[in-house]
């Protein structure tokens, strides 16, 4: 079987399933495990790339497109035609994340191609696993997608188990600085199953635009900062920018110095396998006497400036 990836979530899942070799496509964002750095990209970027772009500079451009209905993503189609792929992965959760469906079946009609296209669309925990048994069926590959989905809800019922004993933590997952954004879809959830109270996102929704005021407001205890698409060193470069926000001073969070930067590429803003390292991680900067301490490079507490 043929496998294009048009997401990198999707990407790990492949590998997860143990159907690398299958894996014919992938996006110019598919990076783990290594192997995927070697296969075709048939999905790049439209975003300026000629320079670092800032959070604010991301935004405006992510805007103008959005705005103008342009796309984010270049599909090409050239090489989807020469892989002639059985199976193509995408989704139409996040127009700003990856190809939608739509436009990857525009495609397909224009090159003439007939594959199948399994859009994984989640938004909750629940949905995510879910969405594994689904490609699972598809890549026959069912057997060792069951085995995939027990081990990792074994995972999650043990970081609900120790919660249950917890004091709930105000925590405020903020998934963008320029302008902030509160983490919604499966955020809120995971919160929750730690022991946290999320705050102004809810469950299953789409993460969205707020204000410092508002943040302030919220009566923030922890604030863990997961730009999307963003890995840790830079994270931890942004985030001490929340310190000289003047409302933010206002909050328990800034009094203890309980913020947080995560590699939230690879552990919240992908609906892949290692989402449920994400809550690990996330568990441990609610309570971190609680939960063991992850390894480096997954998060660090960040000091004021």
């Known amino acids: 079987m043929k496998i294009v990836s ?20 992938v996006t110019f964002e598919c990076d783990h495990p290594g192997d995927a750095r070697t296969k075709p990209v048939v999905s790049d970027t439209a975003l300026p790339s000629d320079r670092p772009l800032d959070a604010g500079e991301i935004d405006a451009e992510v805007r103008e497109r959005m705005d103008a209905r342009q796309p984010l993503y270049v599909l090409d189609k050239e090489l ?4 002639d792929p059985d199976l193509i992965l995408t989704q139409d959760l996040c127009r700003v994340c990856a190809v939608p469906t739509g436009q990857v079946q525009d495609a397909l009609d224009e090159i003439g191609c007939r594959s199948e296209v399994v859009s994984m669309d989640p938004h909750s925990l629940k949905e995510i696993l879910e969405s594994f048994l689904e490609v699972g069926r598809a890549t026959g590959a069912e057997g060792r997608a069951k085995e995939l989905v027990e081990e990792l809800r074994a995972r999650i019922d043990e970081v609900r188990r120790v919660a249950t004993r917890l004091p709930t933590i105000r925590t405020f997952c903020m998934e963008w600085l320029q302008p902030p954004f509160a983490g919604g879809h499966w955020i809120p959830e995971m919160v ?34 997961m730009p999307c698409g963003y890995y840790l060193p830079e994270a931890e470069e942004e985030a001490v920018a929340i310190y000289r926000v003047p409302e933010f001073r206002e909050t328990t969070a800034h009094a203890s110095g309980a913020v947080f930067a995560t590699d939230a ?16 991680i996330l568990a441990w900067a609610i309570h971190p006497d609680e939960y063991p301490e992850p390894p480096p490079g997954r998060i660090s507490r960040v000091s004021g400036p």
């Open 6 to 25: 048009l997401l990198p979530s999707a990407t790990e899942l492949v590998y997860a399933l143990g159907l690398g070799d299958d894996l014919s496509g």
């Open 265 to 280: 590429s690879s552990y919240f803003s992908r609906p892949g396998p290692r989402i449920v390292d994400g809550l690990e």
């Open 80 to 83: 989807m035609g020469q892989i």
């Open 192 to 225: 929750a199953i730690a022991a946290g109270q999320n705050l102004l996102t809810e469950p299953k929704q789409r993460s969205r635009e707020v204000t410092w005021r508002e943040i302030a407001n919220s009566g923030p205890e922890v604030v863990v900062h």
